[in-house]
Nanobody, 118 residues
Framework: QVQLVESGGGLVQSGSSLRLSCAASGFTFRYSLMKWVRQPPGKGLEWVATISSDGQTTLYTDSVQGRFTISRDNAKNLVFLQMNSLIPNDTATYYC???????????RGQGTQVTVSA
């Protein structure tokens, strides 16, 4: 059974940094592409970043490019999101996500809340 557990969120001031972690279990992590997505208050889910299974390829949505860094530790089944220069628009619940194949909804954890005050 796939399990994803996010941690590391909090309440910070604008300009601060946070490092989110996601602990994965129940599947072969080292073969899986992983993503971070977020849901701002009152809005839908939005994709933030993707990392390939070997960690060599990363992609970011434009609004976080240059401020956020996605990484992974395949030996420990962890995926991270380093978030620097946080701004209030980054306020959201952040989820790590694993695709489950065509026609299936992705697996997500319970999320971790990030709140950035001005």
């Amino acid at each position: 059974q796939v399990q994803l557990v996010e941690s590391g969120g909090g309440l910070v001031q604008s300009g601060s940094s946070l490092r989110l972690s996601c602990a994965a279990s129940g599947f072969t992590f080292r073969y899986s592409l992983m993503k971070w997505v977020r849901q701002p208050p009152g809005k839908g889910l939005e994709w933030v970043a993707t990392i390939s299974s070997d960690g060599q390829t990363t992609l970011y949505t434009d609004s976080v490019q240059g401020r956020f860094t996605i990484s992974r530790d395949n030996a420990k089944n962890l995926v991270f999101l380093q978030m620097n220069s946080l701004i209030p628009n980054d306020t959201a619940t952040y989820y790590c996500e694993k695709n489950e194949g065509a026609g299936n909804p992705p697996s997500r954890g319970q999320g971790t809340q990030v709140t950035v005050s001005a």
